[in-house]
């Protein structure tokens, strides 16, 4: 079974409006972290935001947030207000706990395109 | 800020000649990570380390080798170059503290033509 799963291979959203990207996951881990990065085109990884799965809030970074639902077992990333520099690949990824290694699992992407 | 490193930054070589990408982080991170990517595309673990002298493969099969002979450095090395070994490689580390909240830092990558 998948650790991470991203439904949308691509989106559009219009400059300024807010997107919401997919991600669920699964582990039987009661300890593990989620996180979001992007890629641009350049192809450097950027850390963008972390959840963690004791957390009782969501995380939020600037424009960044991330919409845990525990029970869903997704962890949704939202961006408000869409900039052209949002163009990018953006992945989801999940860091399990001690008891399984603190192995680190990465989803297929979804590539988001911001149109003017 | 992340202190990870890899050279070269891109790279045209013929089949089979032998390659060497080189990875080095001044982080002291104990668990380091070479992928795979082609582009727009997903993540794929070739090999990774938890230490000195500890190498394992990853999910992907891979004909390339690693080394890791100092904590800071994590080369992958290509025996012999195909067309097929044409792709981004990414090295990312992190500490080795049981710590599920700490982030991989990702290199800025290597981007490899094989002609």
């Known amino acids: 079974a998948q650790k991470i799963t991203q439904t949308q291979p691509g989106m559009f959203v219009q400059e300024k409006e807010a997107v919401t990207l997919d991600c669920t996951y699964d582990t039987s881990d009661p300890s593990y972290g989620l996180f979001w990065y992007k890629q641009p085109s350049s192809g450097e990884m950027i850390f963008l935001i972390y959840?963690?799965?004791?957390?009782?809030q969501n995380a939020t970074e600037g424009r960044y947030s991330l919409n845990f639902q525990k029970a869903r077992k997704s962890a949704n990333l939202v961006i408000s207000a869409s900039q052209l520099g949002d163009s990018a690949m953006y992945f989801c990824?999940?860091?399990?706990?001690?008891?399984?290694?603190?192995?680190?699992?990465f989803g297929t992407g979804t590539s988001l395109t911001v149109i003017p | 800020e992340a202190d990870i490193y890899q050279t070269p930054r891109y790279l045209v070589i013929g089949t089979g000649k032998k390659i060497t990408l080189e990875c080095s982080q001044t982080m002291g991170h104990d668990k380091m990570y070479w992928y795979q990517q082609d582009p727009g595309m997903e993540l794929h673990l070739i090999h990774y380390s938890y230490g000195v002298n500890s190498t394992e493969k990853g999910d992907l099969s891979s004909e390339s080798t690693v080394s890791r002979i100092r904590t800071e450095h994590f080369p992958l090395t290509l025996e012999s170059a195909r067309p097929s070994h044409t792709s981004q490689y990414l090295c990312a580390s992190n500490p080795g503290v049981e710590n599920f909240t700490e982030t991989q830092y990702f290199g800025p990558g290597t981007r490899l033509l094989v002609l």
């Open positions: 959840q963690g799965s004791y957390d009782q």
């Open positions: 990824a999940m860091r399990e706990g001690p008891s399984t290694g603190n192995q680190f699992y």
